[in-house]
């Protein structure tokens, strides 16, 4: 009896493992192995997935920082720049929904899984696999229309019968060829139900188009409201909507707050929203059986394809999915919002607003509802229609968000109303004024600020926008965001009234905060750069005036002077901990703060200083920096004396006395006191005014400035070496102004002084410029002459052209170094190896700072000759010594060597690994800066390490063929050789290259 019984139990355990084979068709699996298959793919693995997207999703969004100076993101999440922190737990993710797919292919969560999958390419930026994976999805699990008569006994079935997959899944080797035939003819019966069923649902979508357009024409005579104030009404927004439950009204309504900038995109299939139908049919109930997910998949599709630029495709899934009936309550509501993102997207602002207050409308969360809202508002202020972003804002405020939002809007608002006629700019600027005094608001002071510039300035007056920018630029909460936009905007002032030094120093200090992805960097970069020369003569201008002044001063007021200097000096250094730059106005102040910007340490954080000192200042009053400050601890005789009695200490006293004779005479070093040093300050002022004038009239394009520049010289410094130049330079500019009278006085001018010059010559022969032009050309000609005949090997035809072409040159013409390169280059060919490198060596030492220069010094670094400058290269007659060996498997390191002994190796280093970070990521490549040489002059970068020279010599040639991005395209001249272990130890023995260069050519390359 026992026997049997077990026998009973193991062949009820083999039938219920049986059913719950994973290679049985949908049809074959029972209630058991259906429940069995929908449990462990839903809280196995879909459940964990689903957290872990959850996770991943609360992170990018707290990685992202809303700018409220600028519009905000519809959602974070896809505005982060970085989804590297989150891209290893969405592989996780995937991993997971993977197993479920693969083993219960036909579980209700395949679906989801599918759709996670999409999701978390999607978050990770993949969106080229995103579109692949819900596109596969939407084909894969499209649900077959309702049958509308159904055999007896099969309705239980059909419940589960949600999609047809047309999946090639393994099947039991027991069925028969009689099923695989029925159930193809099942199939093309169930195509003809669905062609049938689709033109159903064609007619049925044109009558209820017709009779939403009836219901919107009745709900304007009536007089509700329509969804945009600003263009004709999109229909299409609330096409679908008559399903949607009744309202309560908003009084009655508690929403969720829900975190602060996050969307709810991941389901909230509640119980209201489960009551939504079908894939084309009436409402229906998802309570108990499971949603399938085909809706969603066509959502996360619309996005995918909006961020591939796919906009036609997307637009139509997200009209289908608002317009039609079945659509889930849920999911039409997120259809609003990608609908508005697409707007947005393609820059249709006036088209996204009604979407944006639609999707506000039915929003389940205070923030989310809060976050449509202010968007709206924002883009109803670009449009300029301030009435209408007062009103979106004020929805912001009654949606009770987080305070941050709630904030933006009051901010927001008070902007707007004076524009709306509701006020005037004075009542808005003392109603943001009593903000940013009120305790809850310190933190978003500079925010509030930075609005009222925008309203100063808007106004017209420019001084009191300035004055709100720089104090918030000096709050201690001043956040970069806020640094950008301020920083920025006084640079665009500063360029505008002119003051082309202040607006080179803004822009500069915004290009610190800026990040190089915002669409802005380029622009700003470049009119830093536009300004970055004549920045520098201004300054040079400035130096040299005032060292000339402080010159002719008699000695003891210069000394008086230095002192003044050393004690403000001290206090420069105290009080730049305690404000920017900017806010003075002034030249940056550097200091040992701004050098470790990036440390933790609160002392090197001048934003915690200023909120410390202010907090001080709040509970202590405005106190001087002294010992025993608190009035219980004073002893000293002046605790009861006022500022200005006459037994008070003198402020600075005490700083003058510690002035040194070396500190003095460190501060007058400058200053040029004999005759000879104030000839060479204003030859450089000279120099500095006619650069000065170019850079106005060639970059900045300011005629009016460079001719003040031009006659500032000529006035200053007549007879310099640039007068006649300078005049042509004018004649030219008042040509271009018309002011023909004072261009042909500078011409005559130049005429009657320099009557030979080439200068005389432009000005007053219209016929001159054109025969130069072809006498240019013309010697360019026979330079290309020469060269071609050294391509062709006939030296000595090259080089007499080349003793003719440089025959009528001087010896700083262009053309000069190109000629000497190339005499040099056929003295190699005809006379060897010592003649050419003897005419590189006189390339190398005639024609400094050139690219003929550069050129010669890297084949004579080839050639292993100390023209070259090779550091640690052996001098003449000095032997190489080391005993370097050929050991290609042993461990390899790479040295980068650099000619200029001040390089930034620490500025390279970094430079080194984003180039390996690229290419090598996998190698762990790390680099060292080192010194060598007998005096340390010689600076490298020694990178480990390589398994063997094959790998040295595939990192060494993938260097050179990527030079342009090797170390960013540095300017830094280098040498890379790859060195065995053992050879590099004795390169440190001998603390030089000695020649190792040589030996790598001959037994490497």
């Known amino acids: 009896m026992r026997l049997t019984k077990l026998l009973l139990v193991l062949l009820t355990l083999q039938v219920i493992v049986a059913s719950c084979a994973s290679t049985k068709s949908r049809e074959e699996q029972g209630v058991v192995a259906k429940l069995w298959h929908n449990t462990n793919s839903h809280y196995n693995g879909y459940f964990n997935a689903r957290e872990i997207m959850d996770e991943s999703l609360l992170a990018l969004n707290e990685q992202h920082t809303d700018n409220y100076n600028q519009r905000l993101e519809m959602f974070p999440f896809l505005a982060v720049d970085n989804t590297g922190t989150v891209a290893s737990e969405l592989d996780r993710a995937i991993e997971k929904v993977a197993v479920v797919v693969k083993k219960h292919p036909f579980s209700n969560w395949t679906d989801d899984s599918y759709l996670l999958v999409g999701q978390a390419q999607l978050l990770k930026q993949d969106y080229e696999g995103a579109e692949r994976t819900l596109d596969f999805a939407m084909k894969e699990f499209r649900p077959r229309p309702e049958r509308s008569k159904r055999k007896k006994g099969s309705e239980a079935e059909g419940e589960e019968d949600e999609f047809e997959s047309g999946r090639e899944v393994e099947v039991s080797e027991t069925q028969s060829r009689r099923d695989r035939i029925k159930a193809q003819r099942e199939a093309q019966r169930e195509r003809q139900r669905t062609i049938r069923q689709r033109q159903k649902e064609r007619k049925a979508e044109q009558k209820a188009r017709e009779k939403a357009r009836k219901e919107l024409i009745r709900a304007r005579k009536k007089g509700i409201r329509l969804p945009s104030r600003n263009t004709p009404a999109d229909t299409t927004a609330l096409a679908g909507l008559e399903n949607e439950p009744e309202e309560t009204p908003e009084e009655a309504v508690e929403l969720e707050e829900g975190p602060i900038g996050m969307i709810s995109i991941f389901g909230n299939r509640s119980a209201a929203d489960a009551g939504s139908g079908e894939y084309g049919s009436k409402p229906d109930s998802y309570l108990v059986k499971h949603r399938p997910a085909y809706q969603e998949i066509r959502l996360w599709l619309a996005w995918t394809l909006i961020k591939r630029d796919d906009y036609d495709r997307a637009q139509m899934i997200l009209q289908d999915l608002r317009n039609d009936r079945g659509t889930f309550a849920d999911v039409r509501r997120k259809a609003m919002a990608v609908q508005a993102y697409l707007y947005l997207e393609q820059d249709r602002l006036d088209e996204a607003i009604p979407f944006l207050e639609s999707a506000a409308e039915v929003a389940e969360e205070r923030n989310e509802r809060a976050r449509y809202y202010y968007i709206a508002g924002q883009l109803n202020q670009e449009l300029s229609h301030p009435a209408a972003a007062v009103a979106d804002f004020e929805q912001v405020v009654a949606a009770k968000p987080a305070y941050v939002l709630e904030l933006g809007a009051r901010i927001s608002m008070a902007q707007n109303a004076y524009l709306s006629g509701g006020g005037s700019p004075g009542e808005a600027l003392s109603q943001l004024e009593r903000m940013t005094k009120e305790e809850k608001n310190l933190e978003y002071e500079s925010q509030i600020l930075y609005s009222m510039a925008g309203i100063a300035l808007r106004s017209g007056d420019d001084a009191a926008g300035g004055e709100y920018l720089r104090r918030a630029l000096n709050s201690p909460y001043s956040g970069p965001d806020t640094r950008v936009e301020a920083y920025r905007l006084l640079g665009d002032m500063a360029y505008e009234e002119r003051d ?242 004072k261009a042909t006085e500078y011409a005559r001018r130049l005429q009657e002084k320099y009557p030979d010059s080439k200068f005389a010559r432009l000005a007053n022969d219209p016929n001159y410029a054109r025969e130069m032009m072809d006498e240019a050309a013309g010697r360019m000609r026979d330079y290309e002459r020469a060269y071609r005949a050294f391509e062709e090997r006939d030296f000595a035809a090259a080089q007499s052209l080349i003793d003719s072409g440089t025959r009528e040159i001087a010896a700083d013409h262009p053309l000069r170094a190109r000629y000497d390169l190339l005499s040099a280059m056929v003295a190699g060919k005809l006379e060897g190896r010592a003649a050419y490198i003897a005419g590189l060596q006189q390339v190398v030492a005639d024609h400094e700072n050139s690219p003929e220069q550069t050129r010669a010094r890297e084949i004579l670094r080839l050639l292993g000759e100390s023209g070259a400058r090779i550091p640690g290269q052996a001098t003449a007659g000095q032997a190489v010594t080391a005993p370097f060996q050929d050991s290609p498997n042993e461990i390899h390191y790479m040295l980068i060597v650099f000619n200029n002994q001040e390089a930034k190796l620490n500025e390279l280093k970094v430079e080194l690994e984003d180039f390996n970070q690229k290419y090598n990521k996998l190698d762990r490549l790390r680099s060292t800066p080192i010194y060598i040489g007998r005096d340390n002059e010689i600076p490298m970068l020694v990178m480990r390490r390589f398994n063997n020279a094959m790998d040295a010599m595939t990192y060494y040639r993938n260097a050179t063929e990527h030079r342009d991005e090797f170390l960013n395209g540095t300017e830094e001249g280098y040498t890379i050789l790859p060195v065995s272990q053992s050879n590099y130890r004795e390169i440190l023995k001998a603390r030089a290259i000695a020649g190792y260069d040589r030996w790598f050519e001959a037994n490497y390359l």
């Open 500 to 741: 082309y030094l202040s607006a080179k120093q803004y822009y500069d200090s915004t290009l610190q905060s800026m990040p190089e992805t915002d669409l802005r960097f380029a622009a700003t970069s470049g009119r830093r750069d536009q300004l970055g020369n004549a920045a520098m003569q201004l300054q040079s201008i400035q130096r040299n005036d005032s060292l000339l002044r402080i010159a002719t001063l008699p000695e003891a007021e210069r000394r008086s002077w230095a002192e003044e200097r050393f004690a403000l000096s001290r206090a420069t250094n105290s009080a730049a901990l305690y404000s920017t730059p900017a806010t003075r106005g002034s030249i940056p102040v550097t200091n040992a703060a701004a050098s470790v910007s990036n440390s933790a340490f609160w002392g090197y954080n001048s934003q915690t200083i200023r909120r410390g000192r202010r907090d001080f200042e709040r509970r202590w009053g405005d106190r001087s920096l002294e010992d025993n400050w608190r009035r219980s601890t004073r002893t000293n005789g002046n605790l009861f004396a006022d500022e200005g009695d006459a037994g008070a200490l003198v402020a600075g006293g005490m700083d003058a006395a510690l002035v040194t004779e070396d500190e003095i005479s460190r501060i007058l070093a400058d200053v040029p006191i004999d005759p000879e040093a104030q000839t060479a300050t204003r030859a450089e002022l000279a120099e500095a005014y006619f650069t000065l004038g170019r850079e106005y009239r060639d970059r900045v394009e300011d005629n009016e400035y460079a001719i003040q520049a031009f006659e500032t010289l000529d006035e200053r410094f007549p007879d310099s070496p640039h007068e006649p130049e300078s005049w042509y330079y004018l004649y030219l500019l008042h040509t271009d102004d018309g002011a023909t009278g």
